[in-house]
């Protein structure tokens, strides 16, 4: 469905945010 892949680009942004500005 195309609410998959909305939520899994969303999901992607967020942790790629945690890692890039909180981890590393």
Same mark, same amino acid.
């Given at each position: #469905? #195309? &609410?998959? &892949? %909305? !939520? #899994?680009? %969303?999901? @992607?942004? /967020? @942790?790629?945010?945690? /890692?890039? &500005? &909180? !981890? #590393?």
């Amino acid at each position: #469905a #195309a &609410g998959e &892949g %909305a !939520m #899994a680009d %969303a999901y @992607a942004r /967020i @942790a790629r945010g945690l /890692i890039d &500005g &909180g !981890m #590393a």
